[in-house]
């Protein structure tokens, strides 16, 4: 604005007013003039800024007094102060309480308020809002003192009226508008510039300090601007990272695993074979398993070769006491005869040569002995009066010659009344078993092996089956087992077995009447005189009252519905047991109690 026109001198090069003397206050020079225009605001240039380039500049504030009125507030400040006492709203000249108005200051010195009137015109008051600004000399400032670096703010902006380099720097503030050459600005606050739109920029730069609080607590800030996280921020957010990389990893993995497994599944894997097995097992079972009850029986069985007669043939027996005695099955032994020979193998492979004891053909039991063998182990003896139907059962034989071969099962029935042999025709080697039924598998070879309960203990000696073809003896050899096999009760062989062994043959208890085995009717009928003597005198029948053609229905309670039951019935007791018979003769039933007779077998 001042191309073309002479330098003016700027206000720190003009001459300033001097004070006379320490403590003396010169006459104050009028700026303003009586020619000089005053601006809307209170500030006022001179007539020659204006004519010159039309520029003003504001002169360098020099020392102020304050009008009396105020000397309080300065003898507050104390003398030589350069600070200012703020003044009281409304103090000043016509201007409104708190507003602000730029205005030339004046160079005005200490003086009554008389002085400052007669300085010059309304224009050189104090304005309102501003504290009057003490002036001291400077000659009298300590010179240890520090000195600012910054003039004390003529115009008072708060927070910022203090001087020194401590104090920030002052806002920035809008500047009113400059009215044009010769004219004057109306009356009232001076209008404000309208700020100058920027472009708008739909992706601004982020800026640094968009959310800085000054006056907020001091924390610690990245480079950037942001908040520095804390350590739990920080610990959350490892752990949140942590967490997803182990999902991804388990869910890659997964993938994997799941694409390896179905190529090894469609093509069968790679390298060689290698098969999974189970580890070894201890070799202890329970003692009522069917392992168990074979573990403790098998060193008690034996293999019986038997040759003799242009005969051979191969059956099982057992153990009974440690001098050597066999007990098997009478048609086991039969082909032997008196000059054939019989082999003993025991279940650890060790074999023996063996004799006949004894044999009876109406129970199909036989004893056998050996000799010169040491560490014979019995078999237990049970009871058959204590089996039910139902319980479970083991058989152990050599059915066709396998020697050692356990099978299982149950008692399917007892008392079954059967008949075995009869091959001679004249009935003396008929056996009449009232037999313990099992489905048990038993074989041609199970002859004479023992059937046991789950304590190990021998309850039957396995004697026939019922095939196919209708026969019963194991020896047939024409049919396997249907799960119908047949052993004799323990009690009975039990009993056989000592006479066998102590006298070499067996008793037979008897009624003593002869039964016709022809009789179709219901029941056991006794003989008629042209069949023979009935009923044998002085025999039990006989002293009972038993006459021919009575027929017997039951015994001891239970029906009979044929001679042969009427005989197993009679063979299941001892000599000297006590039998109580009922009869039917003509038309009238009577019940008849008895002693049983004894009869020697063959």
Request: proline share 10%; aromatic share 4%.
């Amino acid at each position: 604005m001042n191309e073309g026109k002479p330098t003016k001198a700027k206000w720190w090069s003009r001459p300033r007013p001097v004070s006379p003397g320490v403590g003396e206050v010169g006459p104050v020079e009028d700026i303003s003039g009586p020619g000089a225009d005053r601006d809307s605001d209170g500030d006022h240039q001179s007539e020659r800024d204006y004519k010159s380039d039309g520029d003003y500049e504001l002169d360098r504030p020099a020392t102020t007094t304050a009008p009396t009125g105020v000397t309080g507030a300065v003898d507050a400040a104390g003398a030589g102060s350069p600070y200012v006492a703020p003044a009281e709203p409304g103090a000043g000249s016509g201007v409104g309480g708190g507003d602000f108005e730029l205005e030339r200051p004046a160079a005005v010195l200490q003086g009554s308020v008389s002085d400052a009137e007669a300085v010059g015109s309304p224009s050189d008051a104090v304005p309102a809002g501003r504290a009057p600004v003490a002036a001291v000399p400077a000659q009298q400032a300590p010179e240890n003192r520090p000195r600012p670096l910054h003039d004390p703010d003529p115009y008072s902006t708060p927070p910022y009226g203090e001087p020194g380099p401590w104090a920030p720097a002052p806002p920035v503030q809008h500047p009113a508008v400059t009215p044009a050459h010769g004219t004057a600005m109306p009356p009232g606050p001076p209008p404000l510039l309208a700020p100058v739109p920027y472009p708008s920029n739909p992706h601004p730069a982020p800026a640094p300090w968009q959310n800085y609080d000054p006056w907020a607590a001091p924390g610690p800030l990245q480079q950037n601007g942001a908040a520095v996280e804390t350590k739990t921020q920080r610990r959350k957010r490892a752990r949140k990272a942590l967490v997803l990389g182990a999902v991804a990893l388990a869910l890659v993995s997964g993938g994997v695993g799941g694409a390896v497994g179905a190529y090894l599944e469609r093509n069968g894997g790679v390298g060689d074979v290698t098969l999974p097995q189970a580890a070894k097992e201890a070799p202890g079972r329970p003692t009522d398993s069917v392992a168990g009850i074979a573990a403790r029986a098998l060193p008690s069985v034996v293999t019986l070769h038997v040759r003799g007669s242009g005969e051979a043939d191969t059956g099982t027996g057992f153990v009974l006491d440690t001098r050597g005695h066999i007990l098997t099955n009478n048609h086991v032994v039969e082909p032997a005869g008196s000059g054939g020979e019989i082999t003993v193998t025991f279940s650890g492979g060790e074999s023996a040569k063996a004799t006949v004891v004894g044999r009876d053909s109406g129970y199909d039991l036989a004893v056998v002995k050996v000799s010169g063998v040491g560490g014979l182990r019995p078999m237990a003896l049970g009871n058959s009066d204590s089996v039910q139907v139902g319980d479970p059962v083991v058989a152990i034989g050599a059915p066709f010659d396998l020697a050692n071969t356990v099978t299982s099962g149950i008692i399917s029935a007892k008392e079954r009344p059967i008949t075995a042999g009869g091959e001679k025709g004249d009935g003396s080697d008929v056996s009449y078993v009232d037999a313990l039924q099992t489905d048990a598998p038993i074989n041609p070879g199970n002859s004479g092996g023992p059937l046991l309960d789950t304590r190990a203990r021998v309850i039957g000696i396995n004697s026939a089956i019922r095939s196919a073809d209708g026969g019963t003896d194991l020896q047939g050899g024409q049919a396997g087992s249907i799960g119908l096999g047949f052993a004799i009760p323990v009690n009975q062989a039990r009993r056989v077995a000592e006479e066998l062994i102590n006298t070499g043959r067996a008793t037979h208890p008897v009624i003593g009447v002869m039964l016709d085995m022809d009789y179709a009717g219901d029941g056991a009928r006794v003989g008629t005189k042209g069949g023979g003597v009935p009923v044998t005198a002085g025999g039990p029948g006989a002293r009972a009252g038993i006459k021919a053609g009575d027929v017997i229905t039951e015994v001891d309670g239970q029906r009979v519905h044929s001679g042969e039951e009427l005989i197993v019935k009679t063979r299941a007791h001892r000599p000297g047991d006590r039998l109580r018979l009922t009869l039917r003769r003509g038309g009238s039933q009577r019940t008849v109690t008895l002693v049983l007779g004894s009869a020697s077998g063959g």
